[in-house]
Structure formats: C-alpha cells, structure tokens
C-alpha cells in the first residue's frame, strides 16, 4: 500500500473476467504519517481507506472488463459495514464482484478480509466513462503492469 500516493492496491492475485470476480492483495504499511493521528498511541487504518480499497479493487475489475476503454468514478457507497480495526503490518485479502454493468453505471460488491476473516464489505456503484485522455489510459496500463494485470487484457484494449 502506498497511502502517500493513493494506491492502494499491492497486487492483483486473480482475475476471472469470465466470472466476473477479483481477488488482491495489500499490506497495511508499518509506519505512515496517517497513523499519527488516527489514533494516537492505537494506530487504526481509517475506514475510509478501507472503502476506498475495496473501490479501487472493484475499479480494477471494471476496467478488465471494459477491455481498457472506459474508467469507472466512484459514484456510491452503500451498506458499507465495518467489522473489526485493521491495524499497521496486516495483509489484506480484498474480493470484488460485479453485480450490474449497463446504462453507464456498474455496481459491485466487495469484501476486505485479514486472516481470513471479513473486516469490512460494501456495495459499491461507478460511473463509467471513456478515459479522459489517451496517456491518462497509458499511465494506467503502465500501473496495471506494476500491479501484475494480466497483460494480455490491456493489450487488447
């Protein structure tokens, strides 16, 4: 996880655009500036970060499955539920899946999980539009490659 730069996905694990699904993985980093003060002397991921995680997975998925075309913009959150704290040095497992695609919106579902155990989940919806710019969709593909997309999908695009 790179909080400083927003990304916080570490790598996709699996990609089944067939099935619709996505699974990744990210370790919450050790130190950040972010866990002085959420909380002081008891650092806690913020459950923002934690939505936007499950955002930016979903996000990944979406964009596989629009062939590298078109960029989703989170739109909503709904019945997002917060479990239990996440804490500095935890590996995160996070799941996406899609439930509609159409009519320029897609929804989706994710789950975050430490240990195998849910954390957090929440259904997610996007707004998908063309990319903005042809080098905005390159640098793109060159993050995808750092994440380790299957190459052959952003290829295709």
């Known amino acids: ?14 990609l089944d655009l067939a099935g619709q ?8 980093p050790q130190d950040s500036t972010i ?9 806690l991921m913020p459950g923002v970060l934690l939505i936007e995680s499950m955002a930016q ?3 990944w998925l979406l964009i596989g499955l ?6 989703p913009f989170l739109a909503a959150v709904k019945e997002a539920k917060l479990r239990t704290f996440v804490t500095p040095g935890q590996r995160l497992s ?7 695609l159409g009519s320029g919106y897609a929804v989706t579902k994710a789950t975050v999980k430490v240990d ?3 954390v957090c989940d929440a259904e997610i919806t996007f707004r998908i539009v063309p990319f903005p710019r042809p080098e905005f ?21």
């Open 116 to 118: 195998g155990k849910a």
């Open 94 to 100: 996070i799941f996406g899946r899609l439930v509609h």
């Open 35 to 43: 866990f002085e003060g959420h909380f002081p002397g008891h650092p």
């Open 1 to 14: 996880m790179r909080l400083e730069y927003f990304q916080l996905v570490d790598r996709i694990v699996a």
């Open 137 to 157: 969709r390159a640098n793109m593909e060159a993050v995808a490659h750092r994440l380790g997309y299957p190459l052959e999908i952003a290829a295709h695009g």
């Open 57 to 59: 997975t979903c996000g």
């Open 21 to 28: 699904t996505i699974e990744v993985e990210a370790a919450v």
């Open 66 to 71: 629009e062939n590298f075309t078109r960029m």
